[in-house]
């Protein structure tokens, strides 16, 4: 009985108090390793989700401020254990019998090993768990869209370098029309822009923008999410003399000379209905040609002569102004020269020039068949040809300083 009552006071072995205490302070530190995972605890504050409230992060802060606590009373009460551990040992070595008050220490730091475990425990479930495959659903912050756009057009909404890129966000004419915008991109509102911007982030992200990944950008949860349906459309502006690009047939691709296309008709109409002198029939010939270089010369563009997608949406939404000058004439005999232009130098076959225009208007104000286009096609030649067979002049084809002020002074019958 007494030899029983003897075994059941001996402490426990030291060995086993330390073992005990060092599974505790495992066990706090894969709590702490989980922890460190959760991203709610370090969310960038550029990309910290919406969804994420003002609660949940207070919440955050409180578990790993409770989490911290108890890992470091575990840590004191592992030192501790192991202390009364050894001095258990020390003491059981040295008097041979067991040690009720070891004994009770070395159940002491048992049940505040256990207590810390579970501290810790709770502290990790109590934690808000933002897995990281999760992402946040929430568009790019207005700060992003600033630097983004300071990056590509030094916040100029109205940029137009020439170089196919316009606007605020370099947007190009296809990529501009994917989102739904007509027109040129720099001839929108600024309010049009930004929302056209969204419409292409959520479509694709980040990638349409070279700037985003200079400036590390990351997509989030809206990123090609492809819904569009909350993003409300501002004004749009315009400039330029241009008209609305409302009721635009979609471009049909690259119409050149010589070429016959149905959806051609609707170009010419519209550029008719602007004031240009020209037949809607299909066919890209000399006064189409001749038109194109003018579209594409007033609104800068490169001057190629076929119609291309700048081109195309110039006719609805580019700049046009239909010009002519001198004065009419209904004699054979011509008109004064006091108001001839001074002859702008030798015009050939196949050039394009302004005051062009002027030597045409005139031969059609005194009955010659022939659009004010300023190129130089087979129509202008055929006339060049007849002024100077009527007046004796050599025979050219071209226009000379003669050939020039014959259209004011010289013979002409139509």
């Known amino acids: 009985?007494?030899?029983?009552?003897?075994?059941?006071?001996?402490?426990?072995?030291?060995?086993?108090i330390s073992a005990y205490a060092d599974l505790a302070w495992q066990a706090v530190r894969k709590a702490l390793v989980v922890l460190s995972r959760l991203p709610s605890l370090t969310i960038d504050p550029a990309r910290r989700p919406q969804s994420t409230s003002a609660v949940e992060a207070k919440a955050a802060r409180s578990a790993a401020k409770i989490t911290k606590a108890a890992a470091d009373k575990a840590a004191a009460d592992k030192a501790a254990a192991d202390k009364a551990a050894a001095d258990a040992a020390r003491a059981a070595d040295a008097a041979g019998s067991t040690s009720t008050p070891a004994a009770s220490r070395g159940r002491s730091m048992r049940?505040?090993?256990?207590?810390?475990?579970?501290?810790?425990?709770?502290?990790?479930?109590?934690?808000?768990?933002l897995m990281p495959s999760t992402p946040a659903y929430a568009d790019p912050s207005a700060d992003q869209w600033a630097a983004l756009?300071?990056?590509?057009?030094?916040?100029r909404y109205s940029i137009n370098t020439g170089n196919g890129y316009y606007g605020a966000y370099q947007f190009d004419l296809p990529t501009w029309q994917s989102?739904?915008?007509?027109?040129?991109?720099?001839?929108?509102?600024?309010?049009e822009q930004d929302a056209r911007a969204l419409m292409l982030y959520r479509k694709r992200g980040w990638q349409p923008w070279e700037c985003a990944s200079?400036?590390?950008?990351?997509?989030?949860?809206?990123?090609?999410?492809?819904?569009?349906?909350d993003i409300s459309i501002g004004g749009s502006g315009g400039g330029g003399g241009g008209s609305s690009t409302s009721g635009m047939p979609a471009f049909p691709g690259q119409i050149s000379y010589g070429q016959y296309s149905s959806q051609l008709k609707a170009w010419q109409a519209q550029m008719a209905s602007r004031g240009a002198n020209i037949p809607a029939t299909g066919y890209f010939g000399d006064i189409t040609k001749a038109l194109a270089l003018e579209v594409q010369r007033q609104n800068g563009f490169s001057q190629v002569g076929w119609i291309g997608p700048q081109t195309w949406v110039a006719a609805w939404g580019g700049s046009y102004s239909?010009?002519?000058?001198?004065?009419?004439?209904?004699?054979?005999?011509?008109?004064?020269s006091s108001s001839q232009p001074p002859f702008p130098g030798q015009i050939s076959y196949g050039q394009y020039s302004p005051l062009l225009k002027l030597w045409q208007q005139q031969m059609a104000n005194r009955g010659a068949n022939i659009p004010a286009t300023g190129y130089f096609g087979d129509i202008t030649k055929g006339l060049a040809l007849k002024l100077q067979r009527q007046n004796g002049f050599e025979i050219v084809g071209w226009i000379g300083p003669k050939t020039w002020a014959a259209a004011w002074s010289g013979n002409f019958s139509g």
């Open 1 to 16: 009985m007494g030899k029983s009552a003897r075994a059941g006071t001996r402490a426990p072995p030291a060995c086993a």
């Open 111 to 129: 049940s505040r090993a256990s207590f810390t475990l579970a501290a810790a425990a709770a502290a990790v479930l109590a934690a808000p768990v």
């Open 149 to 155: 756009r300071m990056c590509e057009s030094s916040n």
């Open 179 to 191: 989102v739904g915008g007509t027109g040129y991109p720099h001839q929108a509102s600024a309010a």
């Open 214 to 229: 200079k400036l590390g950008f990351v997509n989030d949860g809206d990123a090609k999410s492809g819904y569009t349906g």
């Open 322 to 336: 239909a010009s002519g000058g001198g004065s009419s004439s209904g004699s054979s005999g011509g008109s004064s």
